[in-house]
T-cell receptor, first 111, second 112 residues
Framework: DAGITQSPRHKVTETGTPVTLRCHQT?????MYWYRQDPGHGLRLIHY???????DKGEVSDGYSVSRSKTEDFLLTLESATSSQTSVYFC??????????FGQGTRLTVV | QKEVEQNSGPLSVPEGAIASLNCTYS??????FFWYRQYSGKSPELIMF????GDKEDGRFTAQLNKASQYVSLLIRDSQPSDSATYLC????????????FGSGTQLTVLP
């Protein structure tokens, strides 16, 4: 979607390796989110950010960390990937008075 | 834990019919409600949002909100095969950071 880019779009990694997913926005929105989507579970919030260096945990944060050193970038890190973290990851952004919209998604496979 | 429940699918309707999608939520303090459409293999896209009790219409889509019953619905009139997708109900938390809690989605198929 315009204004938000996720990278990489696809990744295959081995169990136990670290992985970092990047979300980049050009909208200057305050809020950024990481969700994972799995069959039967819908979208579940992993972590979110409400400003530079301001982050907090979501519903399924175990095994994940995030960082936001500048407004436009929100990084999601899997310190030691496990097979249960195989999923599709979506970044979303929203402003104070704008609704959330999503990036294209990253399909991560942990083998 | 804040929950959002959607009517179980999949839902099939004939072309031209009205599709009705329903959603209930547990957080009584929620104020903002959204419907996203997600095509297979794609990201969710916002199609409707509603903040006040009652109906909100946008083209063939009508969102309905009843805060007393903690119920949100989406009606799609004159359904088209291109409406075939998964519809996600999302509720904004009554806290900070505009967090959304999503239902698990209802898969809609519109039969030609």
């Amino acid at each position: 979607d315009a204004g938000i880019t996720q990278s990489p779009r696809h990744k295959v990694t081995e169990t136990g390796t670290p992985v970092t997913l990047r979300c980049h926005q050009t909208e200057n929105h305050r809020y950024m989110y990481w969700y994972r989507q799995d069959p039967g579970h819908g979208l579940r919030l992993i972590h979110y950010s409400y400003g530079v260096k301001d982050t907090d945990k979501g519903e399924v944060s175990d095994g994940y960390s995030v960082s936001r050193s500048k407004t436009e970038d929100f990084l999601l890190t899997l310190e030691s990937a496990t097979s249960s973290q195989t999923s599709v990851y979506f970044c979303a952004i929203s402003g104070q008075n704008t609704e959330a919209f999503f990036g294209q998604g990253t399909r991560l496979t942990v083998v | 834990q804040k929950e959002v429940e959607q009517n179980s699918g999949p839902l099939s309707v004939p072309e031209g019919a009205i599709a009705s999608l329903n959603c209930t939520y547990s957080d009584r303090g929620s104020q903002s409600f959204f419907w996203y459409r997600q095509y297979s293999g794609k990201s969710p896209e916002l199609i409707m949002f509603i903040y006040s009790n009652g109906d909100k219409e946008d083209g063939r889509f009508t969102a309905q909100l009843n805060k007393a019953s903690q119920y949100v619905s989406l009606l799609i009139r004159d359904s088209q095969p291109s409406d075939s997708a998964t519809y996600l109900c999302a509720v904004e938390s009554s806290g900070s950071a505009r967090q959304l809690t999503f239902g698990s989605g209802t898969q809609l198929t519109v039969l030609p």
